[in-house]
């Protein structure tokens, strides 16, 4: 039964990806995305990691699209056509994708994985925050700080953006 | 506990599907049922009956990028609370520190954001 569960969203993950990468719209190309997200979150839940499905949900299909959507809406719409994408460097797009599934392969494979999780071991928000707030404090403040960072830099391109549509104005 | 859990999410998938049948058949239907004699009014993009004015793809003001970013770095943020607000009780004071360093740190950026700004629409 997992298994089958697990094929046919391994199957609409990787439709999806498929179609974000040779879709000749963009706006279609990353709807196609948001579907390859959520078919991961479905993994994620059959691999009992609940609140990472949440998060991938909340963050990636949610947040992150979005803000491709704006960045796509930021940028200068072509005059009268909409133009379709052009795939000029496929020979090398494929040599590197051939490359990097090999690498990729190569490390699963020779990795070892403890694997075989207990049912018991539900990844449930509690078990998450009691070893985030006991045993990874630090690493949960420096996620603090690269926010920050993050944060700044918007604040930094978002003022910069601003001097620029003030001169066009 | 695996057939419960299990269990539990089905109702995601089944909610899913249904949706997508529900697309599927009223599209079906719609094409199999309704006459189709397209005219040049008919073609015209619905804007609740307006006569549409523009390009579909216009070009936003860089300000709103700021304000997704701000909305995906404080997203990430809360994210953090969700397990902070299950252990909150049992863990008491430790917890709670860590989470008021955690967002003390975030605040410095949005009253940085705040001075420069960013945050004022005009």
Redesign the interface.
Known sequence: MQLVIFFVLAAITTVAGIIMVSADNIARSIYSHVLALLGIAGIYLLLYAEFMAGVQVLVYAGGVSIMLLFALMLTKPAKGVIRALDHPRRVPAFITAVVLFGLLSFSIFQAKWPLKVEPSRVMTPEVIGKSMFADYVLPFEIVSVILLVALIGAVVIGVKGREDTDDEE | ??QQ??HA?SYIAIFALVGLLYVVVVLTVSRLLAPHRPSKEKSHPYECGLVPVG?P??????????F??????F??????M??????FR??GW??FL??F???V??A???I??WK???LRWV
């Open positions: 506990m695996i859990y299990l999410y390009e793809w216009g070009q936003l003001n860089i300000r709103y990028y700021v997704a970013l701000l909305f995906v770095l997203d990430v943020e809360t994210v953090f969700y397990p902070w607000a299950v252990v049992d863990m430790s917890a860590e989470m360093s955690f967002i740190i975030i410095l950026g949005l940085y954001a420069k700004n960013v």
